[in-house]
């Protein structure tokens, strides 16, 4: 199950309700939204996904049928 967005970079994962929340909310010396990063989501057991793998996910554990906004990706507006 998906319990978070997430954004991967140098190995740390952060996490939000939104991509745009968590490059919001994070200090601005950790520049998440700059640079080398991937942005995915976190499961219920903590692993990172990438958003490709998070869609297969989400659509596994029945939180998604359809994605809304590309074919292969999940974005957090299709879970809330």
């Not at 994070?26 to 958003?51: A, I, M």
């Amino acid at each position: 199950m998906i319990l978070a967005a997430a954004i991967l970079k140098d190995g740390v994962i952060y996490t939000g309700k939104r991509h745009c929340n968590i490059i919001r909310d994070t200090p601005k010396h950790l520049k998440v939204g700059k640079g080398p990063h991937v942005q995915g989501f976190v499961d219920h057991e903590g692993n990172f996904l990438n958003r490709e793998d998070a869609a297969r996910h989400a659509k596994l554990w029945g939180q998604v049928e359809k994605l809304k906004f590309h074919s292969k990706e999940l974005y957090s507006e299709d879970l809330w």
